[in-house]
């Protein structure tokens, strides 16, 4: 799978919309870019996933560039229970390999 | 709802005893579940994988007789820590693959805190 990197921490302020980068300049074309997030003491939730088109749903928006090099996840309106570890995972579409983390963005949302 | 249970949520163990960790399914068949831990501040670390019907699957560094994997059935695997240390306190999290539900995301179970005193 291709490695990504996002940097380590970010703050938003409650309300605003919460904009974290991902860069995976090695993703091969049949890797799909998924995202989840990891509340303090829980397991990790599953947010989205896109190939090369802008996906949407009821949690985030997630944004790849053209070249597929890099992507954003966007929470529109952060809120507080946002607060958490959020890791974009590169890999091929087949579910039945285990995800590979990385060490993930930290996203503070701030009252 | 959650589709993957993980019991207990904490557990607290003396040194030289062993834990076991339940890890299922809820609604959906799953052939093949991963467990991982993580240590404080740190990311999760793929352990080994499940596989219903055969030997589990170990990452390099994990002691195979140390943490035992057994895949029961179709909805349950189990991790057990035997002789636990101090050491081994850490967040154990265990997931089953969606595909097994028609998903490609993976489901993850609560986590299972250990502290082993």
């Known amino acids: 799978d291709a490695k990504t990197t996002q940097p380590t921490s970010m703050d938003c302020a409650e309300g605003r919309a919460a904009n974290l980068p991902c860069n995976h300049s090695?993703?091969?074309?049949?890797?799909?870019v998924y995202w989840y997030r990891q509340i303090h003491s829980q397991g990790p939730q599953y947010i989205i996933h896109g190939l090369k088109n802008n996906e949407t749903n009821e949690m985030a928006s997630l944004i790849i560039t053209e070249d597929r090099k890099s992507s954003t996840l966007i929470l529109p309106h952060a809120t507080l229970r946002d607060t958490a570890v959020y890791y974009c995972?590169?890999?091929?579409?087949?579910?039945?390999?285990?995800?590979?983390f990385g060490k993930g963005t930290r996203l503070s949302v701030i009252a | 709802g959650a589709v993957v249970s993980q019991h207990p949520s904490w557990v607290i163990c003396k040194s030289g005893t062993s834990v076991k960790i339940e890890c299922r399914s809820l609604?959906?068949?799953?052939?093949?579940m991963f467990w991982y831990r993580q240590f404080p501040k740190q990311s999760l670390m793929l352990m080994a994988t499940s596989n219903e019907g055969s030997k589990a699957t170990y990452e390099q560094g994990v002691e195979k007789d140390k943490f035992l994997i057994n895949h029961a059935s179709l909805t349950l695997s189990t991790l057990t820590v035997t002789s636990a240390h101090p050491e081994d306190s850490s967040f154990y999290i265990c997931s089953a693959p969606g595909q097994s539900k028609g998903n490609t995301e993976a489901f993850f179970g609560q986590g299972t805190r250990l502290t082993v005193v």
């Open positions: 090695t993703i091969s074309g049949n890797e799909y």
């Open positions: 995972i590169v890999r091929g579409y087949s579910g039945n390999t285990p995800l590979v």
């Open positions: 609604d959906f068949q799953a052939t093949t």
